[in-house]
């Protein structure tokens, strides 16, 4: 079930290569000055093209294909395990953003030496550079190139390697030459296309004479039992009781803060803490991440979702996908290949469009990443320990070197993963236990280096226990996913909690020095301003003030208001309109709350 190309498909994929790669001239010569231009296009960016990036970072190749592969597995409700994660967005909007952007570091791993002192935060910080800008990085890459590889196969017939030569190629010599400021000019258009071209695919999906439209889609025995937003209540079904607890429970009550995961970071942090770092003022900080999180969760699933419901009557099992795709290998045959699939459907010139609507989202992923790994290799790794005098041209240098050397990893890498799930599960449990302390360690003195240290190391070996050695040992115990992150949670946050009373606090020179500079306010620092005072020095914390009770009634009035939208949106498409309009008025409400409490925080 190959799909041929025409002229008019064509032109809008050239098209749009040919303009990318422009940007990316045009701005070579400015990016290229220091590395604050080619790392923060020189911290002067408005809040509206940082918040467009951010979402477009986070719209890849391989996130319609994960979330067709949640909701085809559990249903649209299954979607609650990033859903969840608004929750992190939130916390960071109106508590964190301003924090990170206050202290003005170049990267978020700087901050371990603003933070902590001694021989423990330099190696935290060269450590992370490399554990974040070069593993977790590469694993980020590796899954939206997986992405890429099916759809090649699916639409184009090309072999993985044929997919990633062109991909990695063209997005390497974007990346290279125009550093940041061509992420966050090209990120503009790649989201307009991205978000076109989704919308197409599901109004196709959704005319397709087997689907019927939304009301023979809603109807039809294969997705009737897929549509429900909230788990259903019925702990007599073991399923049903499952797909509650693991999909619903879990993400809500513990993931949202428990776990690090790139691009909802607990406190902020990765190529989103970049963003906010290279806004002109605090107010773009904070602007960046809620327009953001409003767009990412309330904006974008539903064309996704629609696509992927159409594909359980198109596709109803992983047979249906092999048969109707022999020439693809049958380790890369999985739920999350239905959704290209389906974009075999689209008429051509559409077609065309859609292709380049998902290049368009590979290269924003992938540029993006390859510029935030790098930043962390030149300035947290090359420039700390390696070569501390080496001039601000040597150091893009070495950017653009470690941009190339990342991508060919994550090419690899490509090539040995199966599915998106896979990676997402994988990149949830290495981080499990780790978000209280992201949170925490801006507002209480007492967690130092060795408590990063300790949850770092103890989340790895968890993860790597789990996913390569307990199930071959302990075939009679075999934990589903959700219960093997729970357990990683308890024991990783025991163990850092542990290092923190054990381990020798902060001095106090340094924790007085972050205690001026980010200003966090609040009981949690009242030991150090007390100390300080006997000491003859003050702490002013009249610019930052306490703010969390008011940042924390704000993020849940955020998160009442993007919930409402997205439900709404839902229950206009199912047709229950009276619960639609009922929606929108809790969202309008709330976002009237929002305004208000917000004001109080002067931002």
């Known amino acids: 079930m190959l799909v041929e190309l025409l002229a008019v498909d064509w032109i809008f994929i050239i098209g749009f290569f040919c303009v990318a790669l422009s940007v990316g001239i045009w701005v070579t ?82 901050f371990y030496e603003l933070r902590y002192s001694g021989r423990s935060a330099a190696f935290l910080r060269g450590f992370r550079a490399l554990y974040l800008g070069i593993f977790f990085n590469i694993m980020i890459m590796g899954a939206v190139s997986l992405a890429a590889i099916k759809i090649g196969a699916v639409m184009m017939d090309l072999s993985p390697i044929q997919t990633l030569s062109i991909a990695a190629v063209v997005t390497v010599i974007f990346s290279t030459l125009g550093g940041f400021r061509g992420v966050l000019l090209t990120d503009f258009l790649l989201f307009s296309v991205a978000m076109i071209g989704a919308a197409a695919a599901a109004v196709v999906a959704l005319r397709l004479p087997e689907v019927g439209g939304l009301t023979g889609m809603l109807t039809h025995p294969a997705v009737a039992g897929k549509l429900d937003m909230i788990p259903a209540i019925n702990f007599t079904d073991a399923a049903s009781r499952d797909t509650l607890i693991f999909v619903f429970l879990i993400p809500l009550t513990v993931q949202w803060w428990a776990s690090w995961y790139p691009g909802s970071e607990p406190g902020g942090g990765g190529y989103v803490a970049q963003r906010m770092l290279a806004a002109k003022d605090e107010k773009n900080a904070v602007g960046a991440t809620l327009f953001f999180n409003a767009a990412h969760y309330a904006l974008r699933p539903w064309p996704w979702i629609l696509v992927a419901l159409c594909s359980l009557i198109i596709f109803p099992d992983l047979q249906s996908l092999q048969t109707a795709f022999p020439h693809i290998p049958a380790d890369k045959i999985g739920h999350d290949l239905a959704y290209p699939a389906m974009l075999t459907y689209l008429p051509h010139g559409l077609l065309g469009l859609v292709l380049a609507s998902l290049i368009a989202a590979y290269m924003s992923t992938i540029s993006t990443h390859l510029n935030w790994g790098s930043s962390y290799v030149v300035n947290d790794f090359y420039k700390r320990f390696i070569d501390p005098g080496a001039s601000e041209r040597r150091l893009v240098f070495v950017g653009r070197i470690s941009t190339v050397v990342m991508m060919l990893l994550a090419a690899l890498l490509a090539l040995m993963l199966q599915n998106a799930l896979q990676a997402f599960q994988i990149l949830l449990q290495i981080g499990a236990g780790t978000g209280l302390l992201f949170i925490l360690r801006w507002f209480w003195w007492r967690i130092n280096a060795w408590s990063e240290i300790t949850a770092m190391v103890v989340s790895f070996i968890i993860a790597i226990y789990f996913h390569l050695i307990h199930d071959r040992v302990l075939p009679d115990m075999i934990l589903a996913d959700s219960w093997k992150f729970v357990i990683g949670v308890g024991v990783t946050t025991g163990a850092w909690l542990i290092a923190t009373f054990a381990a020798r606090p902060t001095t106090d020179s340094r924790l007085r020095s972050f205690c001026r500079l980010a200003q966090p306010g609040g009981p949690g620092w009242r030991k150090v301003r007390e100390e300080a005072a006997e000491a003859g020095e003050t702490i002013d914390v009249s610019e930052g003030g306490w703010t969390l009770p008011q940042g924390l009634l704000c993020m849940v009035l955020a998160c009442l208001a993007v919930y409402a939208v997205l439900f709404s949106t839902g229950n206009f498409l199912y047709g229950k309109l009276g619960m639609g309009v009922c929606l929108l008025f809790v969202g309008a409400g709330a976002t009237l709350a929002l305004r208000r409490a917000w004001r109080k925080m002067k931002i």
């Open 29 to 110: 010569r400015q990016a290229g000055k220091s590395t604050s231009e080619f790392f923060l296009s020189g911290r002067k960016m408005p809040w509206w093209l940082l918040g467009m990036s951010m979402v477009a970072t986070t719209f890849s190749t391989d996130t319609p294909n994960l979330v067709t592969d949640i909701v085809r597995k559990n249903g649209v409700a299954g979607n609650w395990v990033w859903w969840a994660f608004l929750l992190t967005g939130m916390l960071t909007v109106f508590v964190y953003a301003r924090l990170w952007r206050r202290i003005g570091v170049l990267t978020d791993v700087e």
